[in-house]
């Protein structure tokens, strides 16, 4: 594609989360840092909430990938489960050998003995659910029981939640009341601040390999600001399309005109934005990028 053309290893801009691109600006590391003293205290319950985009997914990978060799971690993408199922998914995130046709009384004793063997190794268990908001209240309940499974000394798992804000209102429902308040650490993930998504372009191209002068412009900044709103994943999709569209003009910098065209053509971008106010831009870049701009659409 456009490797060659800017000297780059790799692709900069992906929207898969990536743990070598992890962009440590004060919001992220601040919510990694809250992550990992809350793990390390022992915490039971720990909640990470941030608007579509932001990262969450990211932050939890590279959270388990900083925990040291003392954690065991389980991952669940999806949990919109049933109890059980949720359960089933976490004794085998744990390997623990089961019975298609257990039940959640013994499936719960084999998670807790299970627990037990790794507390005796010395050993804490983490469990980090992604897309949290999507989960059912009975599944949100089942979860209590688990953050019941604790020794005199310490809980014998804790339970990190990663959701949309739609989950916080989901755990003030009366039904779910008492989860709620077993929620000790909480941190919202905003968006990147201007100076932030500058120095986020310019981390995401140097570790993508990129070692030339200045590629986005201050203009091609600023718009992609203003029609990112600073949202991460937002920002990779616009700043992947521009650097199609400079290549495509055989550019070597992108400029305003290329964010504007590629906010135009990605309908999340263009609630922020007045699209006809650049269209005569629009026209003569389709026009000039020839079959760049086709293959790019």
């Known amino acids: 594609m456009y490797k060659a053309h800017f000297g780059l290893r790799e692709l900069p801009f992906g929207i898969t989360p990536d ?22 205290n022992g915490e039971g319950f ?25 954690f065991v971690t389980a991952y669940i993408p999806n949990p919109f ?23 959640q009384h013994q499936l719960l004793k084999a998670i807790n003995h299970r ?38 000394k310490r809980k014998l798992l804790q339970i990190v939640m990663f959701g949309q804000p739609e989950l916080n209102r989901k755990l003030e429902q009366e039904a779910i009341r008492q989860l709620n ?14 100076d932030d998504m500058e120095f986020y372009i310019s981390h995401r191209l140097s570790v993508a390999g990129y070692s030339g002068s200045r590629l986005f412009n201050r203009g091609a900044i600023r718009a992609l600001f203003a029609t990112s709103g600073g949202i991460p994943r937002l920002v990779n999709i616009l700043s992947h ?19 504007k065209a590629a906010a135009t053509d990605t309908g999340a971008a263009r609630r922020g934005i007045r699209p006809w106010a650049w269209l005569g831009g629009v026209i003569l870049l389709v026009a000039s990028t020839g079959a760049g701009w086709a293959f790019f659409r």
């Open 241 to 259: 399309k521009a650097l199609m569209l400079t290549f495509g003009e055989g550019k070597q910098q992108v400029g305003t005109r290329h964010i």
């Open 115 to 152: 627990l037990l063997v790794l507390a005796r190794e010395g050993k804490h268990a983490v469990l980090c659910l992604d897309e949290a908001q999507a989960m059912p209240i009975e599944t949100l309940e089942a979860l209590r029981l688990l953050t019941n499974l604790e020794t005199e």
């Open 46 to 70: 720990i909640k990470i909430t941030g608007e579509v985009g932001v990262g969450k997914t990211l932050l939890c990978r590279k959270f388990m990938a900083t925990l040291d060799k003392s």
């Open 181 to 194: 308040q077993r929620i000790t650490f909480h941190y919202h993930l905003g968006p990147l601040t201007k």
């Open 81 to 103: 489960l049933e109890p059980r199922t949720l359960m089933l998914a976490l004794a085998d995130e744990l390997e623990i050998p089961q019975q298609k046709d257990v039940d």
């Open 19 to 40: 743990t070598s691109f992890f962009f440590a600006c004060s919001n992220y590391q601040e919510a990694l840092n809250t992550l990992l003293v809350a793990a390390k």
